[in-house]
């Protein structure tokens, strides 16, 4: 009987009368019996494996006959323009029946299931399409459809098995075009390593962003990533060559391809891709990354709020975390026990290990390598703590020592990325004494547990105590607020490292973790904490997080190449594409999401609610911190939103340095050619001696800082347009006043600092001399605390502003990590980054009295953090006696906002210069001037007032409101305050701080 299963129902003497019909002779009918044996070594190589070893694999029944098409057209592989058809015709029953079997029938020389239906339909179609083929002619038929199917099978297993061992090629960024080129070593201009130059075959992949190579097409992690960005360039000398170079602004690749036909494809490929790429256009403000759309954004003002997202954020990561920070520390607490739940704290340390270890996330962090005399960063603690939590948790620091002309500057980005999802930009960094809440608590009153602390300290000189027991010391011991304090009813705090003030003592080089701050000789029932005021924003949307998370690739590739054998064990990161983005993370893995996480675990936070706005990520990088050309797109937009202000401009930042231009001509405006600034180059923002962090000022001229930046001449440009039209305009600064006493650094900052505002105003003075009162145009703020110590003294501390925050017109909302200064913004010096956001939606509000159009995220931030200032936030620790309950004041700028803020701030700081002698203040010009200061700076009496006094007083303290003062421009103005022979900081370059 035939080997050939018949249909349910027939018998072997039907199929033999079929097979004669087909076959005619008993020959053919043997023939096409032979045609299951393993006579076809093609099919039997198919898999590798051959076929004796393998059981019969019996494929599912295909019935032709139900669906059999009008007219089937069969291709050969081995000849592709060759068409065989067969007319409309009416088959009969037994060919029906035959072709039926044959595809059911089953091949054990064919193992492979795929294989052996593709080869019994071709067959099939052969019998059905070819009734009148018999014996020998049909045998041939047949052999060559299974050879045509063996080949064509091979072939999509080749391209099957080079989809799967890429696959993370079209994951990560996509793919193309992908092949084997030859590569030439070397051609990094940043790199410390050394190179032979010698050829390699790689696997190259041309993905949507950039270009990779791997070993081999098999290889999981690329060798190298060359971003798409206005530099790459493919240079080919002869169109006849099949030598090619990609061009970067760090790298010269070598690339040869085996043929010419091969190079052309090459570079067509991607050429084209660059023309598509928005990475390789211009964008407004010179920016690296285009205007998005759909932002969703929320303020995390002061770190209590932003600690606390972060934590959830980072609770909630699937895949991947970014973090790149001037100061990382993983002790720091990210949640602290209050309430019902007093040990409910959570470090830093523990979310990444639970993230890495738990769940398996891959943790990617950039730290700032910094110069450890001078500074308390410890990145070599952080480093070593970090890389000890999981081998997943990868870290670089840079730059590298060998780099010299990078040592003057830094990375000053904050930023965390979780699953390129979600992201925080901003002034925070994770990292001591940053932690506050809104209140700004600035003393502790309960005796007993201050005893307690101090036990602690004492503690530390027996040098028994282990290191475990060092930290399960510095971690246990909390505070309370006492009542009638002066501080509100803000809660506990937790002490430690976040118990800070630099006229006590700043925070050890080399201390890390708690110890920091318990091995200080910081007295707390002697000295106040200063308190600490920064904003951050959390922004979820594909397009604003994939660009934040590109200048951190970018990051991480170039300081990855930039040190000695470390690109070896560090793996390189690759852009996703949206499509990925969108399926990493949970379902809550958003802005709205978080807020809502957050809230759920009433942890009483205090930001805004999700906004809509547009949005464009920018920055301050260069040669030697991002290895491409100069950037300040940060600068750009400062400038552009101080020029095209209509109504106000409120800055909240860290340091006000701000110059009127140089006379040097040595800027080069094809650097950048949307900067305004065209006469920077003998301030470090001109010639290229600059670019590699070298050139620079080294003075002052005439007093007068020479910085490189013109915001004070734009400032200057905009006040002036608009006392010429008579048109109501304010410019409102808030930044802190320093502290200089012990410190020459800040009091260097401090000098320029006041240097830049009088100059500002003088010059203003001598072109409107009619102008009676320069705060109706521009005026200067800072944030003062006070509180009651031990034995009811009273005592005072400044706020330490550290937030980068610009809004105009209650519209555009300027936010991240750059100072006003040359560091921040020139763009060859310190790292920065920022967002530029929009409001998509406005909202009806006043301006001046009359009816405007305002941003809802810019509006209600400015509005947040006005009365946050002036004592109107619940729990905000700033209502005197009498204070102002309507919220509603704040939300006019330009009329009773304004006029509230102003005069709220000089009620505060007339009644500060009644209650402490030595505050600071425009009368005085000298430090001899200022009482308590015995024989110049260092020298400086904490506690100014004594109890005598204070109650003579008659309790005006209390009459404080919020936490705003006037500032006081010209406080030692006929001081020199630079650095002075002998003191460290004198050895140093004047740029090197402003």
């Known amino acids: 009987m035939s080997r050939y299963r018949t249909p349910s129902g027939a018998d072997d003497d039907l199929t033999l009368e079929m097979e004669d019909e087909l076959f005619g002779d008993l020959d053919a009918r043997q023939a096409l019996h032979s045609y299951q044996s393993p006579r076809s070594s093609l099919a039997a190589e198919s898999d590798g494996r051959g076929s004796t070893e393998n059981p019969p694999v019996t494929p599912s029944r295909v019935p032709l006959h139900r669906s059999a098409p009008e007219r089937v057209t069969v291709t050969s592989p081995r000849d592709s323009d060759s068409t065989r058809t067969s007319s409309p015709r009416q088959s009969s029953g037994t060919t029906m029946l035959l072709a039926d079997m044959i595809a059911n029938a089953p091949r054990p020389n064919m193992p492979d299931s795929e294989l052996a239906k593709a080869a019994a339909f071709k067959a099939s179609l052969v019998i059905r399409n070819n009734p009148k083929l018999k014996g020998d002619a049909l045998m041939d038929a047949l052999r060559r459809a299974e050879e045509d199917v063996v080949i064509q099978f091979k072939q999509m297993e080749e391209q099957r098995r080079l989809a799967i061992a890429t696959a993370h090629h079209s994951v990560t960024g996509g793919q193309l075009h992908s092949g084997m080129l030859e590569k030439k070593s070397g051609g990094r201009r940043n790199s410390m390593e050394m190179t032979l130059g010698t050829w390699r075959r790689r696997w190259f992949v041309l993905k949507n962003s950039c270009l990779a190579y791997y070993i081999n097409d098999e290889d999981d992690l690329p060798r190298d990533i060359l971003l798409f960005d206005k530099s790459f360039t493919v240079v080919r000398e002869r169109v006849d060559s099949h030598h090619f170079e990609i061009r970067t602004t760090s790298r010269t690749l070598q690339l040869r391809a085996n043929t010419v036909e091969e190079c052309d494809v090459w570079c067509a490929k991607i050429m084209s891709m660059m023309r598509t790429s928005e990475f390789c256009k211009a964008h407004v403000h010179s920016s690296f990354a285009p205007m998005r759309d759909v932002t969703s954004v929320s303020a995390l003002v002061d770190a209590n709020d932003y600690f606390k997202a972060v934590l959830t954020a980072l609770d909630m990561a699937a895949s991947e975390i970014f973090i790149a920070g001037w100061w990382v520390n993983v002790d720091v607490k990210l949640r602290r026990g209050e309430g019902d739940r007093p040990n409910d704290d959570v470090t830093l340390r523990q979310a990444l290990t639970a993230a890495a270890c738990e769940r398996g996330v891959k943790i990617y962090v950039l730290l700032y390598k910094e110069q450890a005399v001078a500074m308390p960063n410890n990145s070599v603690y952080a480093e070593e703590q970090l890389k000890s939590i999981s081998d997943n948790v990868f870290v670089l620091r840079h730059p590298h020592v060998l780099d010299v002309g990078a040592s003057l500057w830094s990375h000053h980005e904050k930023i965390v990325v979780v699953d390129r999802r979600v992201c925080f930009v901003g002034g925070i960094d994770l990292a001591p004494g940053r932690w506050d809440k809104s209140s700004h608590e600035c003393i502790y009153s309960d005796e ?547």
């Not at 300290?457 to 009542?483: F, M």
């Not at 003294?793 to 400044?798: H, W």
């Open 448 to 994: 007993q547990e201050l005893l307690s602390i101090e036990k602690v300290r004492q503690s530390l000189v027996d040098e028994r105590l282990s290191s475990l027991e060092l930290e399960e010391i510095g971690v246990g011991v909390r505070v309370g607020v006492g009542e009638g304090s002066g501080v509100g009813n803000g809660g506990g705090l937790g002490l430690g490292v976040d118990y800070w003030n630099p006229r006590a003592g700043d925070f050890k080089p080399n201390s890390c973790g708690s110890k920091a701050w318990i091995s200080n000789s910081f007295n707390v029932s002697q000295h106040p904490k200063m308190g600490w005021h920064d904003i951050s924003v959390l922004l979820s949307g594909v397009e604003i997080v994939s660009d934040v998370s590109r200048h951190f690739i970018q990051r991480w590739l170039h300081h990855r190449v930039d040190a000695i054998q470390t690109n070896k064990t560090i793996p390189p990161l690759i852009p996703f594409t949206e499509g990925v983005v969108n399926a990493a993370g949970g379902p809550h893995l958003s802005c709205e999401g978080i807020l809502r996480k957050v809230g759920e675990n009433k942890v009483g936070v205090e930001f805004s609610n999700p906004s809509r706005c547009v949005a464009q990520v920018l920055r301050s990088g260069s040669k030697w911190s991002l290895g491409s050309k100069c950037e300040r797109s940060i600068y750009n937009t400062m400038v552009r939103l101080i020029d095209n202000s209509e109504k106000m401009i409120y800055i909240e930042n860290q340091y006000f340095v701000c110059g009127f231009g140089t006379t040097d001509d040595g800027f080069d405006e094809d650097r950048d050619s949307e900067s305004p600034v065209k006469s920077g180059g003998g301030s470090g923002g001109g010639g290229e001696g600059d670019e590699d962090g070298v050139g620079g000022f080294e003075g002052t001229r005439d007093g007068l800082v020479l910085n490189g930046i013109d915001t004070g001449l734009a400032l200057f440009a905009r006040i002036s347009r608009a006392i010429l039209a008579n048109e109501p305009f304010k410019v409102m600064v808030v930044m802190p006043h320093l502290a200089w006493e012990f410190n020459p650094v800040q009091s260097t900052i401090l000098h320029c600092q006041n240097e830049s505002i009088r100059e500002l105003l003088s010059r203003l003075a001598d072109l409107f001399p009619d102008v009676e009162d320069w705060t109706e145009y521009i005026s200067f703020y800072n944030l003062r605390k006070w509180g009651m110590l031990k034995g009811s003294v009273p005592v005072m501390e400044e706020i330490y502003l550290h937030d980068k925050l610009v809004i105009v017109d209650d519209r555009t909302v300027l936010l991240g990590s750059a100072n006003i200064n040359d560091r921040s913004l020139l763009g060859t010096r310190d790292s920065e980054i920022a967002v530029l956001l929009h409001d998509a939606n406005t909202i009806k509000t006043k301006m001046g009295g009359e009816e405007w159009e305002a941003g809802g995220f810019a509006h209600s931030l400015r509005c947040r953090l006005w009365r946050e200032h002036l004592g109107m936030l619940v729990g905000g620790g700033g209502g005197g006696e009498g204070a102002i309950l309507d919220p509603k004041v704040v939300e006019d700028p330009l009329g009773d906002g304004f006029q509230t803020f102003r005069f709220i701030a000089t009620a505060n700081r007339k009644i500060y210069e009644s209650c402490f002698p030595s505050m600071y203040r425009n009368e005085y010009k000298k430090i001899k001037d200022v009482p308590n200061m015995k024989g110049g700076a260092g020298k400086f009496n904490p506690n100014p007032q004594s109890e005598d006094e204070w109650k003579e007083d008659g309790g005006s303290l209390k009459n404080i409101q919020g936490h705003v003062v006037t500032a006081a421009p010209y406080f030692l103005s006929e001081e020199n305050m630079l650095p002075k022979v002998g003191q460290k900081a004198h050895l140093m370059p004047l740029r090197m701080f402003v």
